[in-house]
């Protein structure tokens, strides 16, 4: 038996953080233990730092799985090294945090402290972490089947997008679109400018024939994996997403998973598939099988697991 402390920033159903601890208790011979650190506290994150050790002694861990994980100090990575604890990062806003957040100098000294390094961007798998010295691994984001379900629900929306207002998907493709429901962000532009859970947004899809995912990030223009990407298509339903790096390794283009990369491709795309029915359903079921044989957050870490032996 193998104990995986797994340092999360959520534990809301259906996030992928929760993905992630409900992977590691399904696969045989594993307990797995969360730690909730959210970044937005009152107090110092050495609270954190104190308790990941107090955990790490009182569980006896054999690993620690941090998903991001920015709490963490780089001396509480090191006292985890010493004392024989396989440490490992999962980063999953790659190459964002790695070169434009506040504190991407303090992230890139840690990942180098980390035994293990996966990320979801291979951008930032085959450029950047090697300039770093750092031989990180690909780990797409997976599926839960607790919560990516097909809820069989009638479909009342033609065309949705769940997520923020980020300028470049604003301003290229949001703005300029026609008869789409907008979900999730304080935009005037948004019809239903609200937090949307996690749970809601697996409801909104299934009530959707189009799904709409952009792969943007806030400050550069750097295309990546977002989770909705896997977590939609997990969910049986259609996804036409703006092309990433990571496209045609994880789908099957066109049959498993549509893509554009050009307002007027996206808009001939939206027209094409809400006339097609049966092609469009057809897509869906094909990524469906591919997600739930390939991605699940089992399956997914069950190869993280293999990497450690």
């Known amino acids: 038996m193998k104990t995986v402390l797994v340092i999360t920033e959520s534990l809301e159903p259906g996030n992928f953080h929760r993905g992630v601890v409900n992977g590691f208790r399904q696969i045989k011979d594993i307990e797995s233990i969360a730690l909730y650190c959210p970044r937005d506290v009152s107090f110092p994150y050495s609270v954190y730092n104190e308790l990941i050790l107090h955990k790490a002694s009182k569980f006896k861990i054999d690993i620690l799985f941090a998903i991001q994980a920015e709490a963490i100090g780089i001396n509480t990575i090191k006292t985890l090294n010493d004392r024989g604890i396989k440490t490992v990062i999962w980063n999953v806003d790659d190459p964002f945090l790695l070169f434009h957040a506040n504190n991407s100098k303090i992230h890139r000294g840690k990942c180098r402290e980390y035994q293990y390094v996966y990320s979801t961007n291979i951008e930032s798998i085959n450029r950047h972490y090697p300039k770093l010295g750092i031989k990180a691994k690909f780990l797409p984001f997976g599926y839960d089947p607790v919560f990516h379900k097909d809820l069989k629900l009638p479909k009342k929306f033609d065309t949705s997008f769940v997520g923020s207002s980020f300028h470049n998907r ?43 995912n952009f792969s943007d990030q806030p400050s550069n223009s750097v295309r990546c994996l977002k989770n909705r990407v896997i977590e939609i298509i997990g969910a049986g339903q259609f996804l036409l997403s703006e092309d990433f790096p990571e496209s045609n390794r994880l789908f099957e283009i066109d049959k498993e998973l549509v893509i554009f990369n050009s307002l007027k491709e996206l808009t001939e795309k939206i027209n094409y598939y809400l006339s097609h029915n049966k092609e469009r359903e057809k897509i869906a079921r094909a990524g469906y099988k591919k997600v739930k044989e390939n991605y699940s957050y089992k399956k997914l870490l069950s190869g993280v697991l293999e990497d450690l032996k």
């Open 170 to 212: 604003t301003q290229n493709y949001i703005s300029k679109i026609k008869n789409i429901d907008l979900f999730g962000c304080k935009n005037k532009l948004w019809t239903y400018p609200y937090r949307v859970t996690f749970s809601k947004m697996i409801e909104i899809a299934n009530q959707s024939k189009i799904n709409l």
